[in-house]
């Protein structure tokens, strides 16, 4: 950048005359606040806000006192902005905000505004594996990102910053005489060239997960997608899997904690110096500079030599680095040694700072004017990434800093991330990590081709260690976001709190948008100060993802709306939005859940259904039924070791119902297993459960019984069934498929039968799970259509209905005939839904007959299956619905009342003309004809116990 002075063509207080990375050429127009200001590509809207002379953004979350720019990215505790033009979009930071033209945003009070309409951008994910992943584009991550590519090594390189070079793109740095920008732009240019390399800007990685997995999102817009193609997602999701992870990450530096602290204007040293530098920007026009450390004079010389007024530098060490004493000098700029600033003066703005002597500063002795206050108290090594991957953290006293203590698998850190501030020894060090890295994973390291080159950071002499200067406590903020101020940290420990964790929740500290970036480890400081102890005693909070906020859109990508969860459809899907199905999820099945008619509800529609099918008939596209195919010598004996009942002695052309059991013994699904062949099976399962099943064999075949002569393969969706059910289904069926007998002597209850239709072959099945006499029609999913609109064509004269599982849950319920998941709740054996006769007694074992003979599966008050009738006749009672008992005298017991079960299905019955419930309730076998009562909103309703089958106890309709 060229220097420059008011008098040579520079705004005083905002936009250089020249130099800055800013596309100088193209202005910008944008919103703030209602008034509009003008920008640069390249600008964030930080810098364009400081550029016109504004610090102030917003105002604090709960003393709404004014909160400004006080960093120059992700670290900035306090310019929170919500945008509103063109898409709303909160809480996100002026800082890393790019410029675009047509942005209208505001401040925030620390909370933002979500949008009233959907957002409509693309989002999208990617999977990326690599030998090496490099965290940071800085000196450091540049250097090993070129040194792996060198080796042949697949790269990625991934920056959260629009261009890469880290620090030095704020700063005048000077590599092998040439700025050190050129060096930056010719390893970009290498890594170009690199095939294997993958380099990725505006790319945060904000969680390290376990063996090399991290996350990263990409900015692929310049924020909102207006100058992108339409088809380009604004932001995308990259799921690395790396060999090694180059954590690169850089430094913050961190404030120092004094009196009213928080006044816009107030900012960190190395920040006032990349708005110079970066974005030709001067963030005021008279400067104090508050220092702990050497890196501080850089911006006091820069933004001097840029023809701001550097009123001092406050430095708390007694004498003045050698490095920098003459350069001051030539400047002119005064220095105050051993000296603290301990407090502002200002409204919306910094405009004085009040100093005294480190070893007095309860009396300040003198008040510098300025508009600009710029802090340096030390810096961070960002470790964040480090310590996701569990690595521990050790304090350097040395650089007053928490540095990474141990190597953790798989993970280098290098730079400064790693402690080390000199660019020479960062170039040295991150070449000879990567080489190291790259050793380990059999390449060779490659060369050095960088040359030693001047220093960045707090070299020199030695930073001195101060956390905040004495004043009143409770107007020292340590988290200028949450407004958490000394005097809370100091209440915490009153309270008893001695660990950073705890300190952190009692006090919100560092739990805002930026995460304790600037706070964090200054709070830990003042924590051991009050405590007594020093900072490596004390420790620090443990860093967790993600290391900015991600938008959840984000993480959703394409999974939203009618992506967010996979949709499954059945063969016959469009013919039932046709016929103006309501549809339900389950699973991830689309179930048709009833099919109204003009002017009809749910309970119109099913009430219609129900009695259709009770006498006539009517059908159901069953499809979404879990199927499988258990083929081998040995499937008989398999099944035999699953099912409660036995299958092996299934005569082939059969059908026996059984019920799986978990190890407990409690029931894990239920369904129907057909015989096809000596040596294979179809076994049905429900369609919630079917993925669940199949894991389950695969998991005892592959673990338990690997010696079993075994295959299984879902076919769920291969198979298209629709039960056709009612006292007019033989008919129906008998008339599609004329060649096949249907009376109860030729197809009984529970065989089927193999035919054609149209020459598509198809399996009739006797199966009810209504009730009434009924087949199942399975066939081939190809042909599912046209078999169905065959059957539909042909029941027209009998009046055929089709149903949907509305239906279907009431016809089963009024059977008894329970749903797994809906009925049972991992607590309940077959014995509790009143199905003894499906547990065997002739086999010697299978999974879960042990735990049947526990004391505890034999109570008689175990929750068993029972039917409710309510006494009135007309409430429905709510699912879930507890009840209860009355004592002997008929008034309720006295608190807690005890609750005897809960309500598991309930609807209302066209057969019965009455409503009617299914329930769990303690011993309730021996419970049929007692009155109890269910809570329903503030009434209590009457409801009479019976036995869980309430329509046609005898069986009689099964055949017709």
Request: aromatic share 6%; with cysteine; glycine share 12%.
């Amino acid at each position: 950048m060229t220097p420059t002075t008011p008098g040579a063509g520079t705004r005083p207080g905002f936009r250089t005359g020249t130099g800055g990375r800013v596309d100088r050429s193209r202005t910008i127009t944008f919103t703030f606040e209602g008034r509009t200001h003008e920008g640069h590509p390249g600008d964030t809207l930080a810098s364009a806000l400081l550029a016109g002379g504004r610090h102030q953004v917003g105002t604090s979350i709960k003393l709404g006192r004014p909160r400004g720019i006080g960093a120059a990215w992700a670290e900035d505790p306090g310019g929170l902005v919500q945008v509103e033009e063109p898409f709303p979009e909160p809480m996100l930071l002026a800082s890393t905000l790019e410029l675009f033209d047509g942005l209208s945003a505001h401040g925030l009070p620390g909370q933002g505004r979500l949008a009233e309409v959907a957002d409509t951008a693309r989002y999208d994910s990617r999977h990326l594996h690599v030998d090496v992943l490099v965290v940071g584009a800085g000196p450091a991550g540049l250097q090993a990102a070129l040194t792996a590519a060198r080796a042949g090594a697949r790269v990625a390189l991934v920056d959260e910053q629009s261009e890469a070079g880290g620090t030095l793109l704020g700063s005048t740095d000077v590599l092998g005489g040439a700025p050190a920008l050129e060096w930056v732009a010719g390893a970009v240019a290498e890594l170009r060239a690199h095939p294997d390399v993958t380099h990725l800007q505006r790319t945060t990685a904000f969680g390290v997960y376990d063996d090399g997995f991290v996350l990263a999102v990409e900015r692929r817009t310049d924020h909102l997608g207006t100058a992108a193609p339409q088809n380009l997602s604004r932001q995308r999701v990259w799921r690395v899997r790396a060999e090694h992870v180059v954590v690169a990450t850089g430094a913050h530096e961190r404030p120092v904690v004094f009196t009213d602290n928080d006044r816009p204007g107030t900012m960190l040293a190395g920040a006032a110096r990349t708005y110079l530098h970066r974005y030709g920007v001067l963030a005021g026009t008279r400067a104090v500079v508050f220092t702990t450390n050497d890196s501080a004079y850089a911006a006091a010389v820069d933004l001097a030599d840029a023809g701001v007024e550097v009123a001092a530098v406050v430095e708390v060490r007694p004498t003045v680095p050698s490095r920098w004493a003459g350069e001051l000098t030539r400047r002119g700029i005064p220095v105050r040694t051993g000296s603290v600033v301990t407090g502002t003066r200002g409204e919306e703005r910094v405009s004085a700072a009040l100093v005294a002597p480190l070893e007095a500063p309860a009396a300040p002795t003198e008040t510098l004017d300025c508009d600009l206050l710029l802090v340096s108290g030390g810096w961070n090594p960002a470790v964040h990434l480090f310590s996701q991957a569990r690595g521990r953290l050790r304090f350097d006293a040395a650089l007053g800093a928490f540095v990474p203590a141990e190597a953790v698998r798989g993970m280098t850190v290098t730079g400064s991330a790693a402690g080390t501030f000199d660019l020479a020894a960062v170039l040295t060090g991150a070449h000879e990590a990567a080489g190291a890295v790259l050793s380990s994973l059999g390449l060779d390291p490659g060369r050095l081709a960088t040359p030693p080159v001047a220093t960045f950071g707090p070299t020199g002499d030695a930073p001195a260690l101060l956390w905040r200067v004495e004043g009143p406590p409770e107007r020292q903020f340590v988290d200028v976001q949450r407004d958490a101020t000394v005097a809370d940290i100091a209440r915490a420990v009153g309270a008893g709190l001695r660990s950073p964790e705890h300190v952190k929740r009692y006090t919100t500290i560092g739990t805002a948008h930026d995460q304790g970036k600037t706070s964090g480890i200054v709070a830990a400081g003042v924590l051991g100060e009050l405590l007594g102890r020093g900072p490596e005693a004390v420790g620090t909070t443990t860093f967790r993802p993600p290391y900015t906020p991600v938008a959840f859109a984000t993480l959703a990508g394409q999974d939203r709306g009618r992506l967010f969860d996979p949709e499954r459809t059945t063969a016959v899907h469009d013919w039932h939005v046709q016929h103006g199905a309501v549809f339900e999820d389950v699973g991830q099945w689309k179930r048709p859940r009833y099919y109204p008619r003009p002017g009809e509800d749910l309970e119109a529609a099913v009430l219609r259904e129900c009695a259709a099918v009770r006498t006539g008939v009517g059908i159901m596209d069953g499809s979404t039924l879990g199927k499988i195919d258990v083929q081998g010598p040995d499937a008989g004996e398999f099944l035999d070791r699953l099912y409660t009942n036995v299958m092996s002695s299934l005569p082939v052309g059969r059908i026996r119902y059984g019920v799986m059991c978990a190890a407990d013994g409690m029931v894990l699904d239920d369904g129907t297993v057909l015989r096809i062949a000596q040596d294979r099976y179809t076994v049905t399962t429900t369609t919630g459960g079917a993925a669940k099943v199949l894991d389950w064999m695969e998991e005892w075949l592959q673990t338990e019984w690997p010696h079993l002569r075994v295959h299984l393969a879902s076919v769920t969706e291969q198979w298209a069934a629709f039960p056709v059910a009612g006292p007019a289904s033989r008919a129906l069926v008998g008339a599609v498929f004329p060649d096949v007998d249907v009376s109860n002597e030729a197809f009984p209850f529970m065989t089927w039968q193999d035919t054609t239709l149209g020459g598509v072959p198809v399996r009739l099945a006797r199966i009810s799970f209504s009730g009434e006499l009924a087949w199942e029609v399975h066939v081939n999913a190809w042909f599912a259509t046209a078999v169905w609109e065959r059957l539909v064509a042909a029941g027209r004269e009998h009046g055929l209905t089709p149903y949907g599982t509305e239906t279907m849950h009431v016809l089963r319920a009024e059977k008894g005939y329970p749903i797994i998941g809906q009925d049972t709740d991992g607590t309940v054996t077959p014995q509790d839904l009143g199905m003894s006769w499906v547990v065997s007694k002739k086999k010697p074992d299978f999974v879960g007959k042990r735990s049947f003979a526990r004391a505890d599966n034999q109570r008689p008050d175990r929750k068993q299956l029972v039917g409710l009738l309510p006494v009135d006749r007309d409430t429905v009672l709510p699912e879930g619905s507890q009840l209860i008992a009355f004592q002997d005298d008929g008034r309720l017991p006295p608190p807690p009342v005890p609750m005897l079960g809960h309500v598991t299905s309930s609807y209302r019955s066209a057969f019965l003309e009455r409503p009617f419930a299914l329930a769990l309730l303690a011993g309730g076998a021996s419970r049929h004809g007692q009155t109890l009562h269910v809570p329903v909103g503030d009434r209590l309703v009457a409801v009479e116990v019976t036995g869980p089958v309430l329509v046609d106890p005898e069986g009689a309709r099964r055949d017709g």
